[in-house]
């Protein structure tokens, strides 16, 4: 079985090249991983500028990965109120409330705060993973990996009538975090596959997080495998996602891990599996 090794050490342009990477592994499949994301602070709830009132209290108190834009332009919350599956909080200069993604079901709903100077922030509950925001559904291959914090926000900036698609990006559990890396492998049609992950000990890791997806017509098992010990199995039929996390002692530093996928084999040859693992760090300058 042929392993491609990823260094999260690597610079943007040699991790979108070893993304490019594919090997066979029983069947064909292909490891990508996506450029780092950089977290930077949402001044408008976060920063040293923030009006700290009830909403912004809240953010912080209970989000944890997090994405949002500036829309340079006042939003018509009359028009941006629309989205909302649920209201939380409403007033005369700001809405929060919960929002559903785009082929998901409810509960994968985010929650939004939108602001009629133009700020929109999309967060996940500080208990969730941060691989919760693979967006398994909108992943096609290569290492441009989708999460639903880009699919959402898309979404509603398209609602109020701005043309962002540039989004950035903040971990509120992690303040510390500067940095976000995602690395996915899939297989499809039976087999396994596979890659290498080691962390160079000179960053601070805050959360090592994975995804599980599997997606088929009929009844096959997908598998997630930690340096050959069954992390987490999905048996079903349909489109099914699990996320979890890995502790310090599972994924340490300084040591090449093997991750694998296996999709069980299916006389209908009609399956995929995919894993996800998202590495919320510190690199110390």
Do not use: C
Request: hydrophobic share 40%; glycine share 8%.
């Amino acid at each position: 079985m042929k392993k491609t090794p990823y260094y999260l050490l690597l610079s943007l342009l040699v991790i979108a090249l070893i993304g490019a990477i594919s090997y066979q592994a029983f069947a064909t499949s292909v490891s990508e991983a996506s450029p780092e994301i950089v977290l930077l602070k949402p001044e408008f709830i976060a920063g040293d500028t923030a009006d700290i009132d009830a909403v912004a209290t809240t953010i912080q108190n209970e989000a944890g990965i997090a994405a949002y834009f500036d829309a340079q332009q006042p939003i018509d919350l009359l028009t941006a109120r629309s989205i909302y599956r649920t209201i939380e909080t409403e007033t005369a200069d700001y809405i929060l409330g919960s929002v559903q993604v785009s082929t998901y079901g409810e509960d994968h709903d985010m929650h939004v705060y939108i602001h009629k100077d133009g700020y929109v922030l999309a967060y996940y509950d500080d208990s969730e993973p941060t691989s919760r925001i693979f967006d398994w559904y909108a992943y096609t291959g290569g290492n441009a990996i989708p999460t639903k914090l880009d699919t959402l926000l898309s979404s509603v900036a398209s609602t109020v009538g701005t043309a962002t698609s540039e989004f950035s990006y903040y971990h509120f559990s992690y303040p510390n975090a500067t940095h976000l890396l995602m690395v996915v492998e899939t297989v499809s049609d039976g087999g396994w596959g596979s890659f290498n992950i080691n962390l160079p000990a000179s960053y601070g890791y805050f959360e090592r997080s994975w995804s599980l997806a599997e997606n088929d017509d009929y009844y096959f098992y997908a598998g997630f495998y930690l340096n050959g010990t069954e992390i987490q199995g999905i048996s079903s039929t349909g489109f099914n996602i699990v996320n979890g996390t890995l502790t310090a002692s599972q994924l340490g530093p300084n040591t090449d891990h093997l991750v694998q996928v296996n999709a069980s084999d299916s006389f209908y040859w009609n399956e995929s599996a995919h894993i996800g693992l998202a590495l919320v760090y510190e690199v110390n300058e």
